[in-house]
């Protein structure tokens, strides 16, 4: 109904195949002239073949020849043309364009001839589903009427082409094909990677069996967006919305994914157990697909990281559940086997992980842009170390300092703070730290390249916790900004660093474990 005649070919002869060696040869010498022989010359032939490659299918009894057509404009010209001409729609066609593709619009109603009967028009917002949804539902209510009007002639019969346009505007496609039983069609092809497009005569219309498939890719990639954003119990609630309704390959893409989002949002609320036996889950079903490519592309490369976190896991949930037993057995509040906890979880690197812990959801927390959390963790983390470091000497921090060390604290306090009295707290970081530098302890040794005295160190601590307290969060009113965070980072890694030596610890393995993979690692 729509297809042109043929262009002569006046200037290549012979065969279509024999044609298009002759026109990629072309190609490499003048491109221009190349592409625009292909609209002219080749193009004709290869919406034939897209008819007849369609038709080989086996769904053409259901897409083709519909009273109605809807398409989604994109920036391509030719799928457009090869849709509607293999579709054969048989009363109207309704565009849906951005303010860029118009043009293509004009393109393709002129290429065709349509008249102004033929087709209706209607601009959309790229990025959004809400007016395409609108549009469409109106537009289908008149072709409803219309066709009731005519008295039932036709086959009421609407396919919908989900090949150009924006994502929103294919996820609008597809729940619109839904919404009003639609068939929902796309041009496919074999692509030519070398000329950058279809490879001609490969095309042809293909019937998506499956709207939910379209919608739930767009659902995806909002969870992948989240994810990536640190959301993760947010990207966990999109991808369980949409697994119900998602089948094959793309079901265990969207379940891998489901379950690493539900892993990381529990490992971030301190839900070690819940984490731990869901990364158990979650290797296992990696590893009981070994031969499925799909879940090879997307997270078996990263199973060595998983089994490193899986092990981090075992050794938070095992720190973290003595800390809150041995405190809600403390009912005096003695603090005696909280520090024995301190003291003994170096053999397998317990108190280790959990500093980590805190660092690595410290930097989590200010890419969120959550600076004034991001703070406190960092502060939380000098504290950890600080206790462990003590615990080591048998020190609980809730007992109180013996007399001659006290007095050498007090000093240490007062040459830090530049007062002529300071009491000292063992319940207080800066204390705390101020009885390690009085114990030598070798929290305060130098990093490579670092020449500072004990007293310059305790001094920078000093100045940086001075900094934390002006924060709203704490004792002050200031909204810390994302300059706060870096500088109370920079100040806080070398502590951690410092701790790290003095506990025989490998700093760059352990930051590596504690890092969430992202979407980048395993799409």
């Known amino acids: ?41 080749l193009f004709p032939d290869i919406i034939k ?24 404009v994109g920036t391509s010209f030719e799928p457009l043309v090869l849709s509607i001409s293999t579709i054969q729609p048989q009363k109207e066609i309704l565009f849906l364009y951005t303010k860029e593709t118009r043009p293509i619009v004009n393109s393709v109603t002129t290429y065709l001839e349509l008249s102004n009967e033929n087709y209706v028009i209607e601009e959309v917002d790229s990025s959004s589903t809400v007016k395409i949804d609108r549009i469409v539902k109106e537009q289908y209510g008149k072709w409803k009427r219309n066709h009731e009007n005519d008295g039932g002639s036709g086959n009421g019969r609407v396919v919908i082409d989900f090949t150009g346009g924006t994502k929103a505007m ?19 092809s074999d692509y030519d990677s070398g000329l950058r497009m279809p490879k001609p005569g490969s095309e042809y219309v293909d019937l998506i069996k499956n709207p939910h498939m379209i919608s739930g890719a767009i659902e995806y990639e909002k969870a992948l967006k989240l994810f990536e954003e640190g959301d993760y119990n947010g990207a966990y609630k999109i991808i369980s919305g949409i697994l119900p309704k998602t089948r094959g390959s793309e079901y265990e893409k969207y379940n891998l994914f489901n379950q690493l989002s539900y892993v990381y949002s529990c490992w971030e609320n301190l839900n070690f157990e819940t984490a731990l036996n869901n990364i158990v889950k979650l290797i296992g079903v990696i590893e009981a697909h070994k031969t499925n490519e799909t879940d090879v592309d997307f997270l078996r490369g990263r199973l060595t990281r998983l089994y490193a976190q899986k092990t981090v896991l075992e050794s938070l949930h095992k720190i973290y559940g003595k800390f809150v037993a041995a405190q809600t057995r403390d009912t005096n509040n003695s603090g005696t086997e909280i520090t024995e906890i301190f003291r003994l979880s170096n053999s397998d690197n317990n108190i280790g992980n959990l500093i980590f812990y805190l660092y690595t959801d410290a930097q989590r927390t200010a890419n969120r842009g959550n600076y004034n959390t991001a703070v406190i963790l960092l502060y939380r983390m000098n504290e950890l170390i600080s206790r462990r470091r003590l615990a080591l000497r048998g020190i609980n921090v809730l007992n109180s300092i013996p007399s001659e060390d006290n007095r050498k604290v007090e000093q240490a306090l007062m040459d830090t703070y530049q007062k002529s009295h300071v009491k000292a707290d063992l319940g207080n970081q800066m204390t705390q730290y101020a009885y390690l530098k009085v114990l030598n302890d070798d929290i305060f040794n130098n990093l490579e390249g670092d020449a500072s005295e004990p007293m310059a160190k305790l001094r920078e601590l ?15 009113f200031k909204n810390m900004g994302k300059n706060d965070y870096e500088s109370a980072e920079k100040n806080t890694v070398k502590w951690l660093q410092r701790f790290c030596k003095a506990e025989n610890i490998d700093f760059d393995s352990f930051l590596e474990n504690h890092t969430f993979l992202t979407p980048k690692d395993f799409m």
């Open 49 to 72: 073949k897209c008819a007849e490659n369609t038709k080989e299918k086996g769904n053409a009894s259901e897409i083709l020849n519909p009273d109605y057509m809807i398409l989604t």
């Open 462 to 476: 000093r100045a940086n916790n001075d900094k934390r307290n002006t924060g709203f969060y704490i004792h002050g």
């Open 1 to 41: 109904m729509y297809i042109k005649k043929d262009f002569e070919k006046n200037e290549l002869h012979g065969t279509f195949d024999d044609r298009v060696k002759a026109w990629k040869e072309w190609l490499d010498t003048d491109r221009t002239e190349a592409l625009k022989y292909y609209k002219e010359n």
């Open 170 to 188: 294919s996820g609008g496609g597809a729940m619109s094909a839904l919404l009003i039983d639609a068939k929902l069609v796309y041009v496919a």
